[in-house]
């Protein structure tokens, strides 16, 4: 019996797949490159055509209503005249009465007057005139018992203490007089003290007030002796009434009384009220002016006061012979 070789196959052997052409690799290698261009090319087109449509869309009309009140409303297309889509819409107004405008011419910049009076209604608050300046305005002057001034805002400092119990119907007169001169341009107040009481005159209201006629009434009829208000009692201790008025911050101050010492009638008590009035006015652009009844005091505290503060000292003997 033969022996079969194991080593040799059984059948036919399989046929070699064929070798690639040239025309077939070529195929294979630019089929996806083909491919890629035509979706470049397709993406391209598309984007041109989107940007195309969106450029040669019509632009929508605006109307835009022209109103006449003296007959028909027309609302007419802004468009081109050309256009003949012309929207044109009417509408049937009820006419009204007229009514006479007051009109005024506007004002010439350049030919306001800077040296004009400030307007009493346009201006509230006045603002302080520059440090060292005066004015020689007779709107804004003030004078009491011959010692004057120039300022927009006023404080009265007045004495009510028992010592000024003779002479305070005088000073009531005297003060009221002054106000009565005041100007619309002008505020003011007046404060009055005794012992360490300090009264501010209430009417029309606390504070610096506008110099009106009302106002200025108000207040001579407050101050007034017969009213009740005041009654001339108590020491004399001014600094706390002086203080009150310099916080105030006004331009001018009248400081009436016969004695500034207080409690204080030493050099070095004297010198200490100096410093305190000193600090309390600061820098601000503020005169004193003080006014000195009966006798002269000699530390000259009030004198000093105003040689310190840009005001004027005057000593009244008698109010009645001023």
């Known amino acids: 019996m033969a022996q079969i070789d194991s080593t040799q196959p059984l059948g036919p052997a399989p046929p070699e797949p064929p070798a690639p052409t040239p025309r077939n690799r070529f195929s294979s290698l630019s089929l996806p490159w083909i491919v890629s261009i035509a979706v470049h090319i397709a993406i391209a087109v598309i984007g041109m055509f989107?940007?195309?449509?969106?450029?040669?869309?019509?632009?929508?009309?605006?109307?835009?209503?022209?109103?006449?009140?003296?007959?028909?409303?027309?609302?007419?297309?802004?468009?081109?005249?050309?256009?003949?889509?012309?929207?044109?819409?009417?509408?049937?107004?009820?006419?009204?009465?007229?009514?006479?405008?007051?009109?005024?011419?506007?004002?010439?910049?350049?030919?306001?007057?800077?040296?004009?009076?400030?307007?009493?209604?346009?201006?509230?608050?006045?603002?302080?005139?520059?440090?060292?300046?005066?004015?020689?305005?007779?709107?804004?002057?003030?004078?009491?018992?011959?010692?004057?001034?120039?300022?927009?805002?006023?404080?009265?400092?007045?004495?009510?203490?028992?010592?000024?119990?003779?002479?305070?119907?005088?000073?009531?007169?005297?003060?009221?007089?002054?106000?009565r001169q005041l100007s619309t341009e002008q505020r003011f107040t007046v404060i009055f003290f005794q012992g360490g009481r300090v009264i501010h005159v209430p009417v029309p209201h606390a504070g610096l007030k506008r110099a009106t006629a009302d106002a200025k009434r108000a207040v001579i009829r407050w101050i007034a002796l017969d009213s009740g208000n005041i009654r001339a009692a108590g020491s004399t201790n001014p600094l706390i009434a002086l203080e009150a008025a310099i916080k105030l911050k006004p331009e001018l101050i009248f400081v009436m009384s016969d004695d500034f010492r207080g409690a204080g009638d030493t050099p070095q008590t004297q010198r200490a009220m100096l410093q305190r009035v000193a600090r309390a006015v600061g820098d601000t652009n503020l005169a004193i002016n003080t006014i000195e009844f009966n006798d002269i005091d000699r530390s000259g505290v009030l004198r000093r006061i105003a040689e310190r503060h840009g005001g004027t000292y005057k000593h009244v003997g008698d109010p009645l012979q001023r």
Not at 158 to 169: E, R, Y
């Open 50 to 179: 989107v940007v195309w449509s969106s450029t040669t869309q019509k632009p929508d009309k605006v109307i835009v209503p022209l109103t006449r009140f003296t007959g028909d409303v027309v609302a007419e297309n802004l468009a081109d005249p050309q256009d003949t889509e012309i929207a044109v819409i009417h509408e049937r107004v009820q006419t009204a009465e007229p009514v006479e405008v007051a009109t005024a011419e506007p004002p010439d910049l350049l030919a306001i007057d800077n040296d004009a009076p400030l307007s009493a209604i346009d201006i509230e608050v006045a603002l302080p005139l520059p440090p060292g300046t005066t004015t020689d305005r007779p709107e804004l002057s003030v004078e009491l018992f011959g010692v004057g001034g120039n300022a927009r805002t006023v404080v009265f400092v007045v004495d009510a203490s028992g010592s000024l119990l003779d002479v305070l119907p005088q000073v009531i007169n005297e003060l009221a007089r002054s106000i």
